[in-house]
């Protein structure tokens, strides 16, 4: 897990980075991926929501 998802860092989001899941309706889960959504607003997602093409290797 990168140093960005764990530690100091999430200590200092609100709620140490967790929250309900806009798109899957989750709780209490961690929120630390950038997705756009159709009105062109950035929202936080968890990490099954997070933007797939961004993982696509080639």
Excluded: F, Q
Excluded at 24 to 41: A, P, S, V
Aim: hydrophobic content about 25%; aromatic content about 2%; some cysteine.
């Amino acid at each position: 897990m990168a140093t960005t998802t764990r530690g100091k860092v999430l200590r200092e989001l609100k709620s140490s980075g967790r929250g309900t899941c806009p798109l899957c309706g989750r709780t209490r889960i961690k929120l630390l991926y950038d997705h756009i959504n159709e009105e062109g607003e950035t929202i936080k997602v968890c990490k099954i929501c997070r933007p797939k093409k961004k993982l696509i290797k080639k």
